[in-house]
């Protein structure tokens, strides 16, 4: 059984990362490649207090755009800095949870317990990570029967919220990694953030798609959450080796003014090496330019004011 969130959550997160400065200079930015100052994003002073967790959805409709890879590693670097982070796995693929190393045949329940059954609490399915800091709810398989099993269910777009609001006080940042879907899990994700970070592969078809997303967030501001706010689109999988990436980012950038991130995750064979040995890539390579590019990320959307 899995234990409560006061009790699995190592609290004395350290940093560990000695010598990023020089990663970060290799970090591709937005403002770089479009020619622009390139902005410095400091270190986040340490949190005095802890709670009012800002939740976050990543979210796109398009699958291996680098939603899973940006929900951990940017879950690990924002406990690198002291914060206290919840991962959801809300994906019935459950690419989070073998991310991290968590077999779905040997967990006792996961977040569609939590969805299926109101006397169930999170705090029973928490489990803690090899990231001091950073725990995670679990999903299965079986996720993919939820949206038939909330048909009859009231308020059906705000279960998660229901799940989620015991612990708002214990973390400092919550993470919900989304299927590649528009379906009533993603409304429900919606519905319960205060954010949506949208990451976008830097080639032409996954544009298409934004429009649509976009759509899907007006309509949860409309109808079941009016303080959902886009904390931006991080371009992902960027190749510095070709114009078509370069093209694309600049596309991105004058179809959302102000939205984009200047944090931009370039393609790395150690995202792929970081899946395997089941953790993030701050700490199987932690001097790499993919851990810099996450670490420059999670101070980018603290210095943003997206999380303490």
């Given at each position: 059984m899995a234990k409560s969130a006061s009790e699995i959550s190592q609290l004395n997160a350290k940093s560990t990362i000695r010598g990023a400065s020089k990663s970060d200079s290799e970090v591709v930015t937005t403002?770089?490649?479009?020619?622009?100052?390139?902005?410095?994003?400091?270190?986040?002073?340490?949190?005095?207090?802890?709670?009012?967790?800002?939740?976050?959805?990543?979210?796109?409709?398009?699958?291996?755009?680098?939603?899973?890879?940006?929900?951990?590693?940017?879950?690990?670097?924002f406990a690198e800095m002291g914060r206290r982070v919840l991962l959801v796995d809300f994906d019935p693929q459950h690419s989070l949870s073998v991310g991290l190393n968590v077999s779905t045949r040997e967990?006792?329940?996961?977040?569609?317990?939590?969805?299926?059954?109101?006397?169930?609490k999170i705090d029973d399915f928490l489990l803690k990570t090899s990231v001091p800091g950073?725990?995670?709810?679990?999903?299965?398989?079986?996720?993919?029967?939820?949206?038939?099993?909330?048909?009859?269910?009231?308020?059906?777009?705000?279960?998660?919220?229901?799940?989620?609001?015991p612990v708002l006080d214990f973390y400092d940042v919550i993470l919900i990694d989304c299927q590649p879907s528009l379906g009533?899990?993603?409304?429900?994700?919606?519905?319960?953030?205060?954010?949506?970070?949208v990451p976008l592969e830097c080639e032409y078809f996954a544009l298409r798609g934004v429009a649509l997303l976009d759509d899907i967030i007006k309509k949860v501001q409309l109808n079941t959450n009016p303080d959902l706010q886009l904390?931006?689109?991080?371009?992902?999988?960027?190749?510095?080796?070709?114009?078509?990436?370069?093209?694309?980012?600049?596309?991105?950038?004058?179809?959302?003014?102000?939205?984009?991130?200047?944090?931009?995750?370039?393609?790395?064979?150690?995202?792929?090496?970081?899946?395997?040995?089941?953790?993030?890539?701050?700490?199987y390579a932690s001097s790499s330019v993919g851990a810099?590019?996450?670490?420059?990320?999670?101070?980018?959307?603290?210095?943003?004011?997206?999380?303490?």
């Open positions: 403002s770089s490649v479009l020619g622009k100052a390139t902005p410095r994003f400091p270190e986040p002073a340490p949190l005095l207090s802890h709670g009012d967790a800002r939740i976050i959805s990543v979210v796109n409709q398009k699958g291996g755009v680098g939603k899973t890879t940006t929900t951990i590693n940017l879950g690990a670097a967990i006792e329940g996961s977040i569609y317990d939590l969805m299926m059954d109101e006397s169930t950073m725990d995670m709810v679990p999903a299965h398989e079986n996720l993919a029967g939820a949206e038939g099993g909330l048909v009859n269910v009231i308020a059906r777009e705000k279960v998660l919220k229901r799940i989620l609001n009533l899990l993603t409304v429900n994700a919606l519905t319960a953030s205060h954010w949506v970070l904390l931006g689109i991080l371009p992902t999988m960027f190749d510095r080796k070709t114009v078509h990436s370069r093209e694309v980012l600049e596309r991105i950038s004058e179809a959302f003014p102000n939205k984009v991130c200047d944090t931009t995750i370039a393609r790395t064979v150690r995202f792929p090496e970081t899946t395997v040995a089941g953790e993030p890539i701050t700490s810099a590019s996450y670490r420059r990320l999670a101070r980018e959307l603290i210095a943003n004011g997206g999380v303490r």
